[in-house]
């Protein structure tokens, strides 16, 4: 079933069915498929770019669609209702846009983001390393930077989706030895000598979105590709993870959606003892309590939205977000699995997918034992300061 939306503007709901209308064409027909032999969908990021899908978060002048981040979300939602590995791919892609947008000068965003934007190019994020996940400042790939501002990059990103399939990486990486303040951000093209790439890693989930290691050996970058001023790396990652997490979010919620609507579908066709088994009081109730933690996530992503489209401060929201969604989205598709039984279990359905592609949304943009880290910090970082004030 459709969800249901409050949306701002007119353009906002049918931006919402021109979501809907190019995932009923484009994406459920090939997800199963796709899923099953591991095949990226890469002309998928072009339809929805010239669909003006991918920019509607940007500014007209970058070549996007000026929308608030609460629609911008509600599409990433749709999306992943349709084809969780594309909704994920569309959040990545964004994150790898944003520090251009933000951070570059005019020159960067004229020449970067009207094909970022517009799907023509497909972006990387190279932020984690196997020994610098959470621990950013911890990263150990190198940019030696001339006197003229051009770098050479080494090192190894790992955990990369689109690694071998993006025209760029936004790649982050140490410039000086000062721990987060020795960061600094380049837009490193596919085509680079000296960048190459791991196996595919083998995933529980998520076949549809490759993930790899990218490998910089000796990678020159032009000066021109440096984003922001050297040394505020760490500061573009971590604000553009903000607005990422809020993708997974969404992304996440949408995933949890599809599982009950399927588990809701099945509840109310499947009969046993003469009845169908969505009217027995125990199976009811778990469909109850999925629908509140689904409606819950939802609601918690909204709110943070909100926040940045106000232009105030939504870190520990969007760390809430993330947690709440995530964690709904693990919860509801193993119920759903639990009420499709047997069925459920086997690859005749689609509940055993979802359930696997939930798992991760737990994981990336930060562990969720990190957003509970961040919560609590901005807790007691707030009521420190309020203490301070009354003072």
Known sequence: MPVERILPTADAADLIELTREIAARELKPRVDEAERTATPPRDIFRTLGRAGLLS?????????????????????????????????????????????????????RHALLPDMLGGETLGGYCLSEREAGSDIASMRT?????????????????????????????????????????ISCFVVPADAAGLSFGSPERKMGLAGDPVAEVHFDKVAVDASRMIGERGQGMAIALAALDAGRLGIAAAATGLAQSALDLATSYASERKQFGQSIG???????????????????RATYLLAARLKDAGRPFSKQAAVAKLVATDAAMRVTTDAVQVLGGAGYTQDFPAERYLREAKVTQIFEGTNQIQRLVISRHLLRDISNRKGTTR
Not at 154 to 164: D, E, F, L, V
Not at 177 to 182: F, H, N, P, S
Not at 280 to 293: V, Y
Request: proline share 3%.
């Open 279 to 297: 009217d027995f009081e125990g199976l009811a109730f778990l469909l109850a309590d999925m629908e509140a933690a689904t409606t819950s996530a």
């Open 56 to 108: 509607l978060a940007y500014p007209e002048e970058s070549g996007g669609g000026e929308q608030p981040y609460e629609v911008y979300l509600q599409v990433v939602e749709e999306i992943a209702m349709a084809w969780m590995s594309v909704a994920i791919g569309v959040s990545v892609h964004s994150l790898t846009a944003y520090p251009v947008d933000h951070f570059g000068t005019d020159e960067q």
């Open 142 to 182: 190198r940019a030696v930077v001339g006197d003229d501002g051009s770098a050479t990059l080494s090192g190894t990103k790992s955990w990369i989706s689109h690694a071998a399939h993006a025209d760029y990486y936004t790649t982050f990486a140490r410039t000086d030895d000062t721990g987060g303040k020795g």
